[in-house]
Nanobody
Framework: QVQLVESGGGLVQPGGSLRLSCAAS????????TGWFRQAPGKEREFVAR????????YYGDSVKGRFTISRDNAKSTVYLQMNSLKPEDTAVYYC????????????????WGQGTQVTVSS
């Protein structure tokens, strides 16, 4: 089992940037694909981005494509989400999660989850 801890959330103005981090413990972290999801109040959990275990392949949800970038550093057991050109509709709790399914985007395919970090985009 992998334990995940997100950080880097906060309050940012529209058009601003934030970088989220997902720090993992567990020697097998580099074997997992890792994804970012978000959930706004009253809404379902939404897929944001995913990166494969070796970092060679990334995939993004339509609402963040071209603005967000996912990356990973397996030596540091950390996955990052660089978020640029933030919009008020990006406001949500952001979660990272791991999966053994390389092409996973459904939350049900992800087994380990962090506790989440709040991102608020507001002027």
């Amino acid at each position: 089992q992998v334990q995940l801890v997100e950080s880097g959330g906060g309050l940012v103005q529209p058009g601003g940037s934030l970088r989220l981090s997902c720090a993992a413990s567990g020697r097998t972290f580099s074997s997992y694909a890792t994804g970012w999801f978000r959930q706004a109040p009253g809404k379902e959990r939404e897929f944001v981005a995913r990166i494969r275990s070796n970092g060679a392949n990334t995939y993004y949800g339509d609402s963040v494509k071209g603005r967000f970038t996912i990356s990973r550093d397996n030596a540091k057991s950390t996955v990052y989400l660089q978020m640029n050109s933030l919009k008020p509709e990006d406001t949500a709790v952001y979660y990272c999660a791991t999966s053994l399914h390389l092409g996973a985007t459904d939350p049900h395919d992800f087994g380990s989850w962090g506790q989440g970090t709040q991102v608020t985009v507001s002027s």
